[in-house]
């Protein structure tokens, strides 16, 4: 397995929108790996495929105490959604910023798994609004898309202030 660079909003490659799966074969179980090692290495609770350069239709999550119950989904598609929550959110590709976002509260995805076999989930909550956020990503979407002008122009100032500060510490 191998730990993946993470692309940083705003990095106009989150803008691109993820193509579906066509096979499920043994290329895209290494990606979906590689993703499970990059998430659970930042820690993160969930990744999308574009994260990662990656523009297929693959998310990988995991929002369990132990880390120990990874969950792939391939193909996503929402078949319903009803109720609203609000939840603060965070992204492996925003770090250090956090942001309360409006979602959906209760939804039904239809999906592959990692052996090509559809199935149906219907969950509310985090995991949610974890599945809402990364279809987001394939969709070419960010949280901070929701917030107010002001606030994303503070996000990328803030971004752009940490990777400065970042650069100048390597070079010293
Ligand atoms: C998406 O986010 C999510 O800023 C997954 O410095 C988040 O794994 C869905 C992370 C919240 C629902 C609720 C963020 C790690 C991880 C950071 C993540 C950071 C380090 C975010
Ligand atoms: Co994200």
């Known amino acids: 397995m191998a730990k993946l660079p993470i692309i940083e909003f705003p990095d106009p490659r989150l803008r691109t929108v993820a193509k579906p799966v066509e096979r499920v074969d043994a290329a895209l179980r290494r990606l979906i790996d590689d993703m499970l090692e990059t998430m659970y290495d930042a820690p993160g609770i969930g990744l999308a495929a574009t994260q990662v350069d990656a523009h297929v239709r693959l998310l990988v999550l995991d929002i369990s105490e132990e880390h120990n119950e990874p969950q792939v989904f391939i193909n996503p598609e929402i078949v319903s959604a009803e109720g609203s ?41 985090l995991l949610a609004v ?13 949280f901070v898309d929701y917030l107010s002008p002001l606030k994303k122009a503070l996000v990328r100032k803030k971004l752009a202030k940490q990777r400065k500060l970042a650069e100048d510490s390597d070079a010293a």
Do not use: W
Request: aromatic share 8%.
């Open 85 to 125: 929550q609000i939840y603060q959110e965070g992204c492996l590709s925003v770090p250090g910023y956090y942001a309360d976002v409006k979602r959906a509260n209760l939804i039904t995805v239809r999906a592959l798994d990692r052996d090509g076999q559809a199935f149906e989930l219907t969950t509310d909550g």
């Open 130 to 142: 974890c599945l809402q956020h990364e279809m987001d990503h394939l969709a070419g979407k960010v």
